[in-house]
């Protein structure tokens, strides 16, 4: 009976959660402008999407801004985590303390900062000021995800290299890092669903003129229920979905491969 009603409870905690998504989805297929009234299905609100320049602008700038904060996210996290490897002690605590501040820190209070931050430095705010925020707080995710993949190496194993002939630069490019690759791979793509899907974050470091799809699909929201919405939301939501996947996927894959070893 006690598993019976956890399902019961399981279902309708995920039904409470999806159900508004559902819904979305389902009416940004409808050929109607009124949520309340379907008048077939259609792709309508999605190919007027093409034809919106805000929502086309938003999109480019969505894009870039996460391939580029994943890029340099990835490269910082990595970089940061094998330096992170070496330091033992309270130094290394304290550093993977300040690493956590920003992961468990509210978006707000990262967004007010950050901007505050960038207004002091006298830079202007827009795509550069976005970008580097992107990068401020994706940083410490890669860097969560690649230590653990770090500590688990044969602390010998840099060593090894050097003395069978390797410079430093090859112990790191051909030994260090093809080991540590899935959890670089698992860091580069939370870097992206993270920048791919911020609001909060951006409301506060973005500049007029500029704008990625959260902003323009709340900026949308404002001005009355447009069906565009619907149809960039869904948008988002599966482009977010295939990424979680392919994270929870490529994680299973190294726990079963962690277990056969």
């Given at each position: 009976?006690?598993?019976?009603?956890?399902?019961?409870?399981?279902?309708l905690?995920?039904?409470?959660?999806?159900?508004p998504?559902?819904?979305?989805?389902?009416?940004?297929?409808?050929?109607?402008?009124y949520r309340?009234?379907w008048d077939?299905?259609?792709?309508?609100?999605?190919?007027?999407?093409l034809?919106?320049?805000i929502?086309?602008?938003?999109?480019?700038n969505?894009i870039?801004?996460?391939?580029?904060?994943?890029?340099?996210?990835?490269?910082?996290?990595?970089i940061?985590?094998?330096?992170?490897?070496?330091?033992?002690?309270v130094?290394?605590?304290?550093?993977?303390?300040?690493?956590?501040?920003?992961v468990?820190?509210?978006d707000?209070?990262?967004?007010?900062?950050?901007?505050?931050?960038?207004?002091?430095?006298?830079?202007?705010?827009?795509y550069?000021?976005?970008?580097?925020?992107?990068i401020?707080?994706?940083?410490?995710?890669v860097?969560?995800?690649v230590l653990?993949?770090?500590?688990q190496l044969?602390?010998?194993?840099?060593?090894?290299?050097?003395?069978l002939?390797?410079?430093p630069?090859?112990?790191?490019?051909?030994?260090?890092?093809?080991q540590?690759?899935?959890?670089?791979?698992?860091?580069?793509?939370?870097a992206?669903t993270?920048?791919?899907?911020?609001?909060?974050?951006?409301?506060?470091?973005?500049?007029?003129g500029i704008?990625?799809?959260?902003?323009?699909?709340?900026?949308?929201?404002?001005?009355?229920?447009?069906?565009k919405?619907?149809?960039?939301?869904?948008i988002l939501?599966?482009?977010?979905?295939?990424?979680?996947?392919i994270?929870?996927?490529?994680?299973?894959?190294e726990?079963?491969?962690e277990?056969?070893?």
């Amino acid at each position: 009976m006690s598993k019976y009603l956890s399902r019961v409870y399981t279902f309708l905690v995920f039904l409470f959660l999806y159900a508004p998504i559902a819904v979305l989805i389902f009416f940004s297929f409808n050929n109607s402008r009124y949520r309340g009234q379907w008048d077939g299905f259609s792709l309508r609100w999605y190919i007027e999407l093409l034809d919106d320049r805000i929502i086309v602008q938003a999109f480019y700038n969505t894009i870039t801004i996460a391939i580029l904060t994943t890029i340099v996210a990835t490269v910082l996290g990595t970089i940061a985590a094998i330096g992170l490897s070496n330091i033992k002690g309270v130094k290394k605590k304290v550093i993977m303390n300040l690493n956590y501040m920003p992961v468990v820190s509210p978006d707000i209070l990262i967004g007010i900062s950050l901007m505050i931050l960038f207004i002091f430095s006298n830079i202007r705010l827009g795509y550069v000021s976005l970008l580097l925020a992107h990068i401020t707080f994706c940083t410490p995710y890669v860097i969560l995800s690649v230590l653990p993949k770090i500590t688990q190496l044969n602390k010998y194993l840099f060593e090894a290299a050097l003395d069978l002939g390797a410079t430093p630069w090859q112990a790191i490019r051909k030994v260090i890092l093809p080991q540590i690759m899935p959890g670089i791979f698992t860091g580069g793509l939370l870097a992206f669903t993270l920048s791919l899907d911020d609001f909060v974050v951006s409301f506060f470091t973005t500049g007029s003129g500029i704008n990625t799809l959260p902003i323009a699909i709340y900026s949308m929201a404002k001005r009355g229920i447009n069906p565009k919405i619907n149809a960039v939301s869904t948008i988002l939501f599966v482009v977010v979905l295939v990424l979680l996947i392919i994270v929870n996927k490529r994680t299973n894959t190294e726990k079963k491969e962690e277990g056969v070893n």
